[in-house]
């Protein structure tokens, strides 16, 4: 592990030298993840993208790309474009993007099961905003919305999420 990564441990979330507290998925840390389990996949994860909402905040990297409206993101094994962004109208089973909350104003996405997945692998994991302290997500990582800002900009094309 480098300074430079994003590493999960059950202290919370190192990186760059400082650490900040962060919700992992409701059923732990799994070494087997499949879609809908609630998990968080253990390994090292390439950071492969960065989405956020124009409407909502400014541009946190030059690689960042907006959340449109009707964005979506497939988690749906059955179908061709399974664990990738889509557009609506879309008839599987799907994440909103462009979400009410602020969950996802910024979320960088991992390399989790991509570009290719295996069907039923499980679907996306995102470093996005928690709902509040200590409430987990459903296999993602969250984080404190000042920490998520923080760390947004600072990332560099060899920074990787390591969760242990």
């Given at each position: 592990?480098?300074?430079?990564?994003?590493?999960v441990?059950?202290m919370?979330?190192?990186?760059?030298?400082r650490?900040?507290?962060?919700?992992?998925?409701?059923?732990?840390?799994?070494?087997?993840?499949?879609?809908?389990?609630?998990?968080?996949?253990?390994?090292?994860?390439?950071?492969?993208?960065?989405?956020?909402?124009?409407?909502?905040?400014?541009?946190?990297?030059?690689?960042a790309?907006?959340?449109?409206?009707?964005?979506?993101?497939?988690?749906?094994?059955?179908?061709?474009?399974?664990?990738?962004?889509?557009?609506?109208?879309?008839?599987?089973?799907?994440?909103?993007?462009?979400?009410a909350?602020?969950?996802?104003?910024?979320?960088?996405?991992?390399?989790?099961?991509?570009?290719?997945?295996?069907?039923?692998?499980g679907?996306?994991?995102?470093v996005?905003?928690?709902?509040?302290?200590?409430?987990?997500?459903?296999?993602?990582?969250?984080?404190?919305?000042?920490?998520?800002?923080?760390?947004?900009?600072?990332?560099?094309?060899?920074?990787?999420?390591?969760?242990?």
């Amino acid at each position: 592990m480098k300074a430079a990564d994003l590493v999960v441990t059950p202290m919370g979330l190192r990186f760059l030298g400082r650490q900040f507290p962060c919700t992992i998925g409701r059923s732990g840390v799994t070494d087997a993840k499949r879609e809908g389990d609630g998990a968080t996949p253990r390994g090292t994860h390439r950071l492969v993208g960065m989405l956020y909402r124009p409407d909502r905040i400014a541009r946190p990297a030059d690689w960042a790309v907006p959340i449109r409206p009707g964005d979506l993101w497939s988690d749906d094994p059955r179908d061709e474009d399974y664990n990738l962004m889509v557009r609506a109208p879309y008839p599987h089973s799907h994440e909103v993007l462009r979400r009410a909350d602020p969950l996802y104003d910024l979320v960088i996405l991992t390399g989790w099961n991509w570009p290719y997945a295996r069907r039923g692998a499980g679907s996306a994991i995102f470093v996005h905003q928690w709902r509040r302290p200590g409430a987990p997500t459903a296999g993602c990582i969250g984080l404190p919305r000042a920490a998520l800002h923080w760390i947004a900009p600072r990332i560099r094309h060899a920074t990787r999420l390591v969760v242990v």
